[in-house]
């Protein structure tokens, strides 16, 4: 069974601090694992889209990596406006459902 | 800027009426979308996938006569809640993956029903 799981569940952070965010996953034939942002009341906004280990993406203080078993969310120097939740989710098989993952709530303090 | 669009963006009802969401791709065509539910601090729960030209393809456990699903174009899909509850009350965002050279998933801004 398709399967994505997220750590830690929630992360406090002092503005400048660098981390990562896991999202582990199981699928049979991955066909792209995705990250997304999500702030309270709003819809999900896309960030990454990650085919294959070793592919890296990168968009301001974020960074997306892919192996072949996790997939890592790196932040660095984040500041207040980062704070929201993480989501993961993968797309494998022969459908174009997402399966997610929990998701990390990120708090970055000032 | 959005590509995908939802209307209303929170409506509330009295029990027993019936609320109709609609989700548009905005700058692209979807065959098919994807309506999810979110409850307070979860992540989200596919509900069902529209098809444009054909019948909806609901999750376990999701009643197909109480979420009505139309994909009534290649830009628009509606999910009409039937005979709410409060129980029904929760956030209901829909997607739309738009395919080229890669693959992406977007989402709507999301629509927050309450159900008094």
């Known amino acids: 069974e398709d399967q994505v799981t997220q750590s830690p569940e929630a992360l406090r952070l002092q503005e400048g601090e660098s981390s990562s965010l896991n999202c582990s996953y199981t699928?049979?034939?991955?066909?792209?694992l995705f990250w997304y942002r999500q702030d309270p009341g709003k819809g999900p906004e896309f960030l990454f889209t990650?085919?294959?280990a070793g592919e890296e993406k990168e968009k301001e203080r974020l960074k997306a990596t892919l192996t072949k078993k996790e997939s890592f969310l790196h932040i660095t120097a984040p500041k207040p406006e980062d704070s929201a939740t993480y989501l993961c989710?993968?797309?494998?098989?022969?459908?174009?459902?997402?399966?997610f993952g929990t998701g990390t709530l990120l708090a970055v303090q000032p | 800027g959005a590509v995908v669009s939802q209307h209303p963006s929170w409506v509330i009802c009295k029990s027993g009426t019936s609320v109709k969401i609609e989700c548009r791709s905005l700058?692209?065509?979807?065959?098919?979308m994807f309506w999810y539910r979110q409850f307070p601090k979860q992540s989200l729960m596919l509900m069902a996938t529209?098809?444009?030209?054909?019948?909806?393809?609901?999750e376990q456990g999701v009643e197909k006569d109480k979420f009505l699903i139309n994909h009534a174009s290649l830009t628009l899909s509606t999910l009409t809640v039937t005979s709410a509850h409060p129980e029904d009350s929760s956030f209901y965002i829909c997607?739309?993956?738009?395919?080229?050279?890669?693959?992406?998933?977007?989402f709507g801004p999301g629509t927050r029903l309450t159900v008094t």
């Open positions: 997607s739309a993956p738009r395919q080229g050279a890669t693959y992406e998933q977007y």
């Open positions: 699928v049979s034939g991955l066909r792209g």
């Open positions: 990650l085919y294959s």
């Open positions: 989710a993968v797309r494998g098989g022969a459908t174009n459902k997402l399966i």
């Open positions: 700058d692209f065509q979807a065959t098919t």
């Open positions: 529209s098809n444009e030209g054909s019948k909806a393809t609901y």
